[in-house]
């Protein structure tokens, strides 16, 4: 499923395809996907239970911040970070899958700091839209 999210953004941008629903869309669909996969590795004890936490509480606060702006009519803008963040949290599942958990563990640390690292600037930009209310 990441791999075909990746493709289907890849071919959006190549052919300049661009809808308001899919920009709402797809940032749902990864944290869903993500947050259904990392539950499944927490429960089979793949993955720390703070670590997972810490996934969840990421995703459901860029849900927080994007719901308000959305009411305003405002898209959150995808940066970088939160892009690759998905994606390396796609591959260490992929790696946890075929049982190379050292590998996985070190590219979710490195997934980790992606996420707070996104969070940080997606709550910046929630308080540069929203006035500085937070």
Same mark, same amino acid.
């Given at each position: 499923m990441i791999a075909s999210d990746l493709l289907d953004g890849l071919i959006a941008r190549g052919f300049k395809q661009y809808s308001r629903l899919g920009a709402i869309l797809d940032p749902i669909s990864d944290k869903l996907i993500i947050g259904a996969l990392a539950m499944y590795f927490t429960i089979k004890g793949f993955i720390p239970v703070w670590l997972f936490t810490i996934l969840i509480i990421r995703e459901a606060g860029i849900l927080g911040f994007s719901l308000p702006m959305l009411k +305003?009519?405002?898209?959150?803008?995808?940066?970088?970070?939160?892009? $690759?963040?998905? !994606?390396?949290? #796609? %591959?260490?599942f992929v790696?946890?899958?075929?049982?190379?958990? +050292?590998?996985?563990?070190?590219?979710?640390?490195?997934?980790?700091? $992606?996420?707070? !690292?996104?969070? #940080? %600037?997606?709550?910046?930009?929630?308080?540069?839209?929203?006035g500085g209310k937070s």
């Amino acid at each position: 499923m990441i791999a075909s999210d990746l493709l289907d953004g890849l071919i959006a941008r190549g052919f300049k395809q661009y809808s308001r629903l899919g920009a709402i869309l797809d940032p749902i669909s990864d944290k869903l996907i993500i947050g259904a996969l990392a539950m499944y590795f927490t429960i089979k004890g793949f993955i720390p239970v703070w670590l997972f936490t810490i996934l969840i509480i990421r995703e459901a606060g860029i849900l927080g911040f994007s719901l308000p702006m959305l009411k +305003k009519g405002v898209i959150p803008k995808t940066v970088i970070w939160g892009r $690759l963040t998905p !994606f390396f949290w #796609g %591959i260490s599942f992929v790696l946890l899958t075929v049982e190379l958990r +050292k590998a996985a563990m070190l590219l979710m640390f490195a997934a980790l700091t $992606l996420s707070i !690292f996104s969070a #940080g %600037i997606y709550y910046t930009e929630y308080k540069k839209v929203m006035g500085g209310k937070s």
